[in-house]
């Protein structure tokens, strides 16, 4: 959901490693999920989004995985490279949404910062 | 393709001052836009919806006297902070949706505004 006033929990990871950012979403009625990446200074970059009809969607290096059932959002990164450093920001929209799809709700960031 | 630009980049205004930032979508029509902003360190939070040709929409406890927003054309928005205040500094996003996809909204760069 919405947290104004918290401070990004960072992940730290190897060089190398697989990084797994997780996202506790806020309604149950959102329908379409997506991630973004964040860079400093920069605004958000499209990564993966995933609709609630599915459970696991994969891109390249990147698989987002959906439980609705506890309202939960994890994205994954293989290998992940220093250039993945940044902000990771999942987001919900749609169904009955005040507003539907014309509102994006962005949970608070993790801090990704990846090691050599 | 899918680009969303912003105007200026960055700013520095007096207090009491008035600044304009612009949202432009480069190769595609954007019936709704969407303006952001994003204290250091926090989450996007949705300030108002710009649809063309109507008034916005804007979220509960945004200023629609302070902070102005004009939906002229289908690849334009104006967002005008009114009367700034060191306060108002933050990092100003806009997006925008592509009228020929129901779901995804195409971020700016980001303007960062400081009122001294």
């Known amino acids: 959901g919405e947290n104004v006033g918290l401070h990004l929990p960072t992940l730290s990871v190897q060089e190398g490693d697989n990084s797994i950012i997780n996202c506790a979403y806020s309604?149950?009625?959102?329908?379409?999920f997506i991630w973004y990446k964040q860079e400093s200074g920069k605004g958000p970059q499209f990564i993966i989004d995933?609709?609630?009809?599915?459970d696991k969607r994969q891109g390249q290096r990147v698989t987002v995985l959906l439980n609705k059932t506890v309202k939960h959002l994890s994205l994954q990164i293989a290998a992940t490279q220093p250039g993945d450093s940044a902000v990771y920001f999942c987001?919900?929209?749609?169904?009955?949404?005040?507003?539907?799809?014309?509102?994006?709700?962005f949970g608070a960031g993790t801090r990704l910062a990846v090691h050599p | 393709g899918a680009v969303v630009s912003q105007h200026p980049s960055r700013v520095i205004c007096k207090s009491g001052t008035s600044v304009k930032i612009e949202c432009r979508s480069l190769?595609?029509?954007?019936?709704?836009m969407f303006w952001y902003r994003q204290f250091p360190k926090q989450s996007l939070m949705l300030m108002a919806t710009?649809?063309?040709?109507?008034?916005?929409?804007?979220e509960q406890g945004v200023e629609k006297d302070k902070f102005l927003i004009n939906h002229a054309s289908l690849t334009l928005s104006t967002l005008t902070v009114t009367s700034a205040h060191p306060e108002d500094s933050s990092f100003y996003i806009c997006?925008?949706?592509?009228?020929?996809?129901?779901?995804?909204?195409?971020f700016g760069p980001g303007t960062r505004l400081t009122v001294t």
């Open positions: 997006s925008a949706r592509d009228v020929a996809r129901r779901y995804e909204q195409y």
């Open positions: 309604n149950s009625a959102s329908d379409y």
């Open positions: 995933i609709r609630s009809n599915m």
């Open positions: 987001a919900e929209t749609g169904g009955t949404l005040p507003g539907g799809y014309n509102k994006l709700i």
């Open positions: 190769d595609f029509q954007a019936t709704t």
């Open positions: 710009s649809n063309e040709g109507s008034k916005a929409t804007y």
